[in-house]
């Protein structure tokens, strides 16, 4: 009886230790990608995982799937990535125009602006007009990058607005004509 109980208690033993030693290979980001970007080769690496199936990682070979889609949200390094975490859907989507507009710092939040931010289009009034006394027609976008401040001191902030807005928008920001707020998130 003490044999049997040596030689269970050794196959036990090391059933475990070659459970626990299985890994599998998945996709980890490697370096930042923001929301709305195309995912490249270089964002990322292969990461090997004690399999767990509370965990849905992409497998490594479906690599190659993956690369060319774009983020559905802010990918940081160091993360394993998930389907959820990317999309077929290039910017900027149907029904929408992505507009690059350029502010001085006077007419841009001091908070750092992130990708998904959602944010209203102030239009400023033109040199001959008074200042507005009542709201004006603003316009409902979403940030989907800030960049940093050029020389001039000017930011410009790529956003997403309906299509009927675009144009406006856009010879407004060439103008130096709109502010931008952000809205409270969900």
Same mark, same amino acid.
């Given at each position: 009886?003490?044999?049997?109980?040596?030689?269970?208690?050794?196959?036990?033993?090391?059933?475990?230790?070659?459970?626990?030693?299985?890994?599998?290979?998945?996709?980890?980001?490697?370096?930042?990608?923001?929301?709305?970007? =195309?995912?490249?080769?270089?964002?990322?690496?292969?990461? @090997?995982?004690?399999?767990?199936?509370?965990?849905?990682?992409?497998?490594?070979?479906? @690599?190659?799937?993956?690369?060319?889609?774009?983020?559905? =949200?802010?990918?940081?390094?160091?993360?394993?990535?998930?389907?959820?975490? =990317?999309?077929?859907?290039?910017?900027?989507?149907?029904?929408?125009?992505?507009?690059?507009?350029?502010? /001085?710092?006077?007419?841009? *939040?001091?908070?750092?602006?992130?990708?998904?931010?959602?944010?209203?289009?102030? /239009?400023?009034?033109?040199?001959?007009?008074?200042?507005? =006394?009542?709201?004006?027609?603003?316009?409902?976008?979403?940030?989907?990058?800030?960049?940093?401040?050029?020389?001039?001191? @000017?930011?410009?902030?790529?956003?997403?607005?309906?299509?009927?807005?675009? *144009?406006?928008?856009?010879?407004?920001?060439?103008?130096?004509?709109?502010?931008?707020?952000?809205?409270?998130?969900?």
């Amino acid at each position: 009886m003490a044999v049997a109980m040596v030689v269970l208690g050794a196959l036990g033993a090391a059933y475990l230790a070659t459970s626990l030693g299985q890994t599998t290979s998945v996709i980890a980001v490697a370096q930042p990608v923001a929301w709305g970007q =195309t995912i490249t080769a270089a964002d990322l690496v292969e990461a @090997r995982i004690a399999a767990d199936p509370t965990l849905s990682p992409v497998p490594y070979t479906d @690599r190659g799937q993956i690369i060319g889609r774009t983020a559905a =949200t802010d990918l940081l390094p160091g993360t394993l990535l998930t389907r959820d975490a =990317t999309t077929d859907q290039r910017l900027p989507p149907p029904g929408r125009q992505l507009v690059g507009i350029g502010l /001085p710092a006077v007419q841009l *939040p001091g908070t750092p602006l992130r990708p998904g931010d959602d944010v209203l289009l102030v /239009p400023l009034p033109t040199d001959g007009q008074a200042a507005p =006394t009542a709201p004006s027609v603003t316009v409902a976008a979403t940030v989907v990058r800030a960049g940093e401040s050029g020389m001039d001191g @000017r930011r410009v902030v790529d956003v997403l607005v309906d299509e009927a807005d675009g *144009p406006d928008v856009a010879a407004r920001a060439a103008a130096g004509l709109i502010a931008l707020v952000v809205v409270a998130g969900e």
